[in-house]
């Protein structure tokens, strides 16, 4: 009888140089390259100058909800609406800000420009109520033609 198994075994064997790197060296250089990854994102937003809008304005407006339930200018069970509105506002501010001013960074934000106007038209929603929505959906078609004209 012929042993297949130590052929294969030599066989086996000598090709492991040629198989490629190992797990570990494989696992070293996906981190190596994450962590480089990490790195440059990580400068490029301590440079970014208007890092401190978002959390900036939205303190503002927490703040300014408040005084206005105080003041009572809104009801209690009002001023989450007024949020939803007042943070979509400001999210899309911000991407308008960062897509205006620095180039570089216009394709970081889009998302947050989306958010913000599903924010907006949810907290319009509950404010108006849901039985009257139907002219708000003309609006917001409108408002979606002219900003793909402006694009």
Request: some cysteine; overall charge positive.
């Amino acid at each position: 009888m012929v042993d297949n198994n130590s052929e294969n075994k030599s066989q086996t064997s000598s090709n492991t140089g040629s198989e490629g790197p190992t797990c570990q060296d494989w696992r070293e250089q996906r981190w190596k390259e994450r962590w480089e990854w990490r790195k440059n994102r990580r400068e490029a937003m301590q440079k970014y100058p208007f890092r401190g809008l978002f959390p900036g304005l939205a303190l503002i407006l927490v703040g300014a909800l408040f005084l206005a339930n105080q003041m009572s200018w809104i009801s209690g069970d009002t001023w989450w609406k007024w949020l939803l509105i007042g943070l979509g506002a400001i999210m899309m501010v911000s991407w308008l800000v960062q897509y205006r001013t620095i180039p570089e960074y216009r394709h970081w934000g889009r998302g947050r420009f989306i958010w913000g106007m599903a924010l907006v038209v949810l907290g319009i929603l509950f404010l108006v109520g849901f039985s009257q929505w139907w002219p708000i959906v003309i609006i917001g078609v409108g408002v979606a033609c002219l900003f793909r004209f402006c694009w």
